[in-house]
Each structure stands twice: as C-alpha cells, then as structure tokens.
C-alpha cells in the first residue's frame, strides 16, 4: 500500500453529455470492455482510498445500477442540479459527512469520463502533492489544441499556478496558453471544504466552478502546485461519439502492447482488438481480425485468428481457433475449431476435439479426441471420447416448448446426415446409419438403421419427362423406356 494513501476520491459523473446524442448517460458508454466511468473508479482503486465517491446526476438510477452491478463498491451522493463541478465535489463530501464520515487527507477529484486515465499517474500526482506539500495539485498537460480546456496561468517569475480560467472567461492572451487543467486535482481535505464554501458563482455559466478554490486558497496564503502529466492523451476527456472512438483505438493499443511485451505473438496490431479483462500466456498468436472480449483467456501456444470473436472463452494450450465466434465456452488443449464455427454458451471442448467448418454447439459437453468435422449443430448434448459425428447432422433438442439433452458415448461412428430427435442415447461403441432419424435409445456396440427401405422406380423419367436432357443421357447409357437395358440393341 503506498504511504500516499487518498483519504477519499471523489469521481464527477452526473454530467448529461448531450453531445453524445445517445439515451445512454455518457459515463456507461463503453471502450474495451467497460464503461467510462468504470475505467476511472478502477484506476482510483489502484490507490486503495478510504473512501471512494461518486456523484450522480442524469440518469442516477442507471449509472448507480451499473456501479451496482460491476462491483465498484463505492458510495454516491446526488447532484440533483448540475450547478458545477465545484458543486458536485460539495456534494460527494456532504454525503460522506452525513455518513459520520470526517474526511482527513488527501482528496483526489477526477471526472468520470477521462477512461484513458492510469491508477499510476494518479498516484504520482498524489505523491506530488504530499511531497511539495501543497494545498492543491492540479494534473495539468500540455496538449497540441487547448480550445475548450481550461488554461493553467503561471506566475511569471516562479511558475507556479496562480489560477485556472475557463476557456469561456478567458482572454485572448490566456486562450494562447496550451497547458491545460484535466480536471484532476488533489486537496488537502479540510482546506477543500473549507474552500468549496466560498466559491461564487460570478461567471458566464452562473455555476460553482472547482478550480475557483485554487485561488480561494492561494489567497490564504496556501501553496498551489502542479504536476504535469507524461502523455497530455492520457488526461482526454470523452464527449462525443468521435472521441469515443479515438479513446477506444489508444486505449486498445495499450491493451495490446501489453499482451505483446508479456509474450502473446499478434500479427496485425491493427485489426486485433481486446478487452481489459483479457488475460493469456506466452506465445498465443493472434491473427488479424480477432476480437478478443469479455474474460477470454488464451493458454499458451495456441492459435486464434483470423477474423475470429472470441467473448468469456478459454482457448486451452496449444489449440487452433480460425474464423470462429465463441461466447462462454471452453476449448480444451490441442483442439482445432474452424473455420466458420459457432461456439455457444456451455459449450466445453476437450482436449484435442475438432469442431469443423459450419459447425454451431450450444451447452454441449465433448470428450476428448471426439470429432464433429462439418455441417452440424449440436445442441444441449453430451458425446464422449473417441467418437465421430457424420456431417450434416443435427441434435433435435426442442419440441416447441421444452430442451431435451442427448447423449452419444465414447467411440461411436454416427453416420452422414442423422437427426437425434432428443431425449435420445446412443451407446458406447454404436453406429448409427446415414440418412438415419435416431428417435429410440441406441445400445452399445449396435448398429441403428432409421430410414426407408430405397426403392428404384425403373423408366421414371422416360415417361415423366420424355425428350428431357435427363431423359435424352439415360437412352444414351441403354436404358430403354421400361428400363430393360435394351435401349441400345433397339436401336440398332
């Protein structure tokens, strides 16, 4: 735990975000697998603060669901109007001092919309704060366009921060500034709310403007500092579906970057996405056009790609997994699935299963060394080890209002296009026919033969379709109208 440790972090996300032209509060729009407001509350967790706030505002239900839902483990307290960001803090610490709570340290403020934002540079700007002993820290960046930002005035003669003006109250003079607030700081606890109080509301939004306290507290004799972050991309705030994207490709490069450093080989950086949740282990390869979603994990030495989506999938060592969509399913070792496979929920691959092209499984459980080659659905199924499933065959596991389950043993050979019209078992060791509808319990080591005995209906087409192409081909080969293979020699 580092010695900097924040009393509390205070996270601004009642904000509406009309620019993002969406039913969806911003703060729960998505990049690499979780919300904005996601990425921020998990690089504050990196900090271990006492306390950690939040403050809603549009859509409070929802994101408070959402925060609910992911696990943040964080308190929120309501900005019912959104008078400023200097508001929204006196709300988060209202609501801790209405939970009894007396908050004494470092206070950290950060927007819930900044997902590029690391729990590392948060910590610096903690430590910063500690170490110059400051009043207030403001994470600041130099950024190549400022328009928008607020801008960070510096005395001339030390350089140190004597206001923050938005760029709406600035000068032209100022608007040439390009380093700029993030709306990141660190506080010393009791100044700040002893500060938050005398903020005004004299400006050109009649709002309670944060970086107001800035000069609240250099007026009172307290040292205001700064800490400039390393990369100005880091500190990007999202406000519309453009810099979404933008976020979400620097925000992808890193995750993929990090996969590449910890070992996993990916051939096209740029068409392989991934989520944070990702995990894997040396040498996996990526091939272009992969997704890699949700808590997939890649074991070591297999193969994923190309154009494959994988979501909340295992990928067991040494397996290979081309052109295939997965959701929650598990590929066992040395496994080989693709091309043009659909792994669905529940289903689980042992080791060294092949799931061939055309093939879509749903909560279907394979044993080891089995293979369904092509063209056939398994659904709510059980197969054993060693067997082999004919191509084009189906598991019939709904009757139009209930799932039924089959199950075929170990070492079976069913053949070329079967129907296993559920509940249904085949045995150890069985055969099944081609052509076959298997609708009664097959015993091990049985032969089943479901289906009608062919009978060949002799000089159909000359009669059914005389001067045909066909019909024209079958005289040729001395089929004679009644089929008597005296076609040739009448004509002679």
């Known amino acids: ?4 440790r924040p009393a509390a972090v205070v996270v601004l ?11 969806t509060p911003k703060v729960l729009h998505e990049i690499c697998g979780r919300s904005l407001v996601g990425h921020v509350v998990s690089a504050a967790r990196v900090l271990d603060p006492e306390h950690l706030v939040v403050v809603v505002g549009h859509a409070r239900e929802k994101v408070t669901a959402h925060l609910t839902e992911t696990g943040a483990n964080a308190t929120t307290a309501v900005q019912h109007e959104q008078n400023g960001t200097g508001h929204a803090v006196r709300m988060g610490l209202e609501e801790l001092a209405g939970a009894g709570v007396t908050v004494k340290g470092t206070v950290l403020v950060t927007c819930g919309d900044t997902p590029l934002l690391t729990g590392a540079t948060l910590q610096r700007l ?21 328009t928008g930002y607020g801008r960070i005035v510096r005395d001339p003669d030390g350089g140190a921060v004597t206001a923050i003006v938005e760029h709406k109250d600035a000068t032209e003079a100022q608007r040439a500034i390009r380093e700029i607030n993030s709306g990141v700081f660190a506080f010393d606890g009791r100044l700040l709310s002893e500060a938050l109080g005398k903020v005004r509301t004299d400006n050109s939004q009649g709002e309670e403007y944060l970086t107001d306290v800035l000069g609240i507290l250099r007026e009172g004799g307290h040292r205001v500092g700064a800490a400039v972050a390393g990369d100005h991309r880091e500190i990007a705030g999202i406000n519309n579906r453009v810099q ?18 910890a070992g996993v080989t990916v051939i096209d950086p740029a068409t392989t996405w991934m989520d944070v949740t990702v995990t894997y282990e040396p040498d996996a390869t990526v091939h272009p056009g992969t997704q890699l979603l ?15 989506r994988l979501t909340d999938t295992r990928v067991g060592a040494g397996a290979a997994v081309s052109n295939t969509v997965a959701q929650g399913a598990e590929i066992g070792e040395g496994a080989s699935v693709g091309p043009y496979t659909y792994l669905r929920p529940g289903t689980r691959l042992g080791g060294k299963v092949k799931a061939g092209s055309f093939v879509e499984m749903k909560n279907a459980q394979v044993g080891e060394g089995t293979k369904v080659p092509h063209l ?4 709510d199924a059980e197969i054993g080890e060693h067997s082999n499933i004919g191509a084009a065959s189906v598991f019939v596991n709904y009757d139009g209002e ?41 015993p091990a080591g049985s032969l089943a033969v479901a289906r009608g005995q062919q009978r060949n209906i002799a000089g159909w087409v000359a009669r059914k379709r005389p001067g045909s192409a066909a019909a024209l081909a079958a005289e040729d080969a001395g089929e004679g109208p009644e089929g008597t293979g005296e076609g040739s020699a009448a004509a002679g």
């Open 244 to 261: 979404l994207s933008q976020a979400r490709r620097m925000l992808n490069g890193r995750l993929v970057e990090d996969a590449m450093l």
């Open 126 to 146: 903690a430590d910063t704060h500690s170490a110059d002993g400051n009043a207030v820290t403001v994470l600041t960046a130099e950024v190549p366009d400022a």
């Open 13 to 23: 996300a009642a904000g509406e975000g009309t620019r993002m032209k969406s039913a």
């Open 402 to 442: 209930s799932k039924h389950r089959t199950t075929v043993g170990s070492h079976c050979r069913t053949g070329a296009d079967n129907m296993f019209v559920a509940p249904v078992t085949v045995g150890d060791g069985a055969y099944t026919a081609a052509g076959s509808v298997i609708t009664k319990d097959v």
């Open 294 to 308: 949700g808590a997939t994990h890649l074991g070591g030495e297999c193969e994923v790609g190309p154009n494959s």
């Open 376 to 379: 056939s659905y398994v659904g």
């Open 1 to 4: 735990m580092s010695a900097n």
